[in-house]
């Protein structure tokens, strides 16, 4: 089973993304995270396959958003009004359980992995 994530690129601040992570297979969670040089990998924001259960890190309230398309197995991060510190390479991930909010947070927490895409904002 296979997590492939695209839809990155180079943007000016203040610009959008959308990134696109297709799954080969079924997950309970799909989560975002992301991690810029130097840095620990840090959660973005997350989703639960059935329902619209959201979740999201302070940094990306009210700028991105988290959606999935079943019929096609893909979970969407729209990023807008992004910020020369939201540089970074952004990976999905998914999980085949359930778990709190907090856990659910963790990298610990998901099985899979894809292979991340660059997103660079210039200032």
């Known amino acids: 089973v296979q997590l492939q994530a695209s839809g990155g690129g180079l943007v000016q601040t203040g610009g959008s993304l959308r990134l696109s992570c297709a799954a080969s297979?079924?997950?309970?969670?799909m989560a975002w995270f992301r991690q810029a040089p130097g840095k620990e990998r840090e959660f973005v924001a997350r989703i639960r396959w059935r329902g619209d259960n959201t979740y999201y890190a302070d940094s990306a309230k009210d700028r991105f958003t988290i959606s999935r398309d079943n019929a096609k197995n893909t979970v969407y991060l729209q990023m807008n009004s992004l910020k020369p510190e939201d540089t970074a390479i952004y990976y999905c991930a998914a999980r085949t359980s359930s778990g709190p909010n907090y856990y659910l947070k963790s990298t610990s927490a998901y099985e899979r992995w894809g292979q991340g895409t660059q997103v660079t904002v210039s200032s």
């Open positions: 297979g079924e997950y309970y969670v």
